[in-house]
């Protein structure tokens, strides 16, 4: 069965500080791997997106990472921003011409001042 | 250029009702999908629009829900006789083909609550 498995499920940082927000999935055959931030009422917004093989993009204080061997990959946030406080949700598609995407639960994470 | 818009943004219904949400892709963007996110839970795929045809409606949860589009367009998700476990947010998205690799774009969601 397809699935995404993120973790931590929140997080309380504070602001300035770094943080690594994992996701593990089971997707085949996988197409690519999207990390999205959501803020609180608004819909998804694409950060990231990694093929087979790339192993790294960055976006500016976001940077991925993607192992596709194991199945994992990460998204860590430098230099945290009060506006990062957001759910962040790694979304994986299996190659298809459906375009369906299996999310993960996200994570919620919380910059504190 | 503007982005999907969904309407209306706030629905109270009373259970038993019929809803209507309306979900304006970006203009050109011949894939349309249709999730919902529960409480707590992640986006559920319910159904996606290549054109103004649905090949895959496996995600619509019940007989009570469907969704049409029409040319090329506006697609409209229907819930009849709507239940309290119905009570979601359900966000539309677009995009410029089905592929796996071509972008998928969010409107802000409909908050839908069923008393």
């Known amino acids: 069965k397809n699935q995404v498995e993120q973790s931590p499920q929140s997080l309380i940082i504070l602001e300035g500080k770094n943080c690594t927000l994992q996701?593990?999935?089971?997707?085949?055959?996988?197409?690519?791997l999207r990390w999205y931030k959501q803020d609180t009422g608004r819909g998804p917004v694409s950060l990231t997106i990694?093929?087979?093989?790339?192993n790294t993009k960055s976006n500016g204080r976001y940077t991925a990472t993607l192992d596709a061997d194991t199945k994992q990959s990460s998204l860590h946030i430098t230099a945290s921003q009060l506006s990062d406080s957001a759910s962040y949700i790694c979304?994986?598609?299996?190659?298809?011409?459906?375009?369906?995407?299996?999310f993960g639960q996200g994570t919620t994470l919380q910059v504190k001042p | 250029g503007a982005g999907v818009s969904q309407s209306p943004s706030n629905k109270v219904t009373e259970k038993g009702k019929d809803v209507e949400l309306r979900c304006d892709p970006i203009s050109g963007h011949t894939a349309l999908y249709w999730y919902r996110q529960s409480l707590g839970q992640g986006l559920e795929f319910l159904i996606y629009?290549?054109?103004?045809?649905?090949?895959?409606k496996s995600g619509l949860p019940s007989d009570r829900f469907s969704a049409e589009r029409t040319g090329g367009s506006v697609s409209t998700l229907t819930i009849q006789r709507t239940q309290q476990e119905d009570s979601a947010v359900y966000l539309c998205a677009s995009s410029r083909g089905t592929a796996s690799t071509y972008e998928q774009y969010f409107g802000p969601g409909t908050r839908l609550t069923v008393t």
């Open positions: 996701c593990n999935y089971t997707v085949s055959p996988f197409s690519n």
């Open positions: 990694m093929t087979f093989s790339e």
């Open positions: 979304v994986v598609s299996a190659r298809s011409n459906t375009g369906k995407l299996i």
């Open positions: 629009f290549q054109g103004n045809s649905a090949p895959d």
